[in-house]
């Protein structure tokens, strides 16, 4: 069974920075597709950033450059760092896990992911 427990959301003003963390209860973190999605109100839940198995990333185009997603398999936790935060960055911010290379993945899709956690809210103010 895989748990997903999401932590480090928050409010902050725009420019502000956060940082995202997952941790994963599972035995072998090292062989999931890992992935941030977020979800504001009244939209659909999208993709933010994934990292593969070889930890190559993907990022949304909305959030490159001020997005960094990481991993750190010894830990088993993943991580979003995100730096001059805008107002339109509001949302809550799920992470999800796929036992699969992202590579073979529709890694933005939400339905590609069988494993997700509650979320973290993350408030940007202008």
């Known amino acids: 069974q895989v748990q997903l427990v999401e932590s480090g959301g928050g409010s902050v003003q725009t420019g502000g920075s956060l940082r995202l963390s997952c941790a994963a209860s599972v035995y072998t973190y090292s062989s999931y597709c890992m992935a941030w999605f977020r979800q504001a109100p009244g939209k659909e839940r999208e993709g933010v950033a994934t990292?593969?198995?070889?930890?190559?990333?993907t990022y949304a185009d909305p959030v490159k450059i001020r997005f960094t997603i990481s991993r750190d398999n010894a830990k088993k936790t993943l991580y979003l760092q995100m730096s001059s935060l805008r107002p339109e960055d509001t949302a809550m911010y799920y992470c999800?896990?796929?036992?699969?290379?992202?590579?073979?993945?529709?890694?933005?899709?939400?339905?590609?992911?069988?494993?997700w956690g509650q979320g973290t809210q993350v408030t940007v103010s202008s």
């Open positions: 999800a896990a796929e036992r699969r290379h992202c590579y073979y993945m529709v890694y933005d899709s939400p339905e590609e992911y069988n494993h």
């Open positions: 990292i593969d198995r070889d930890g190559s990333t």
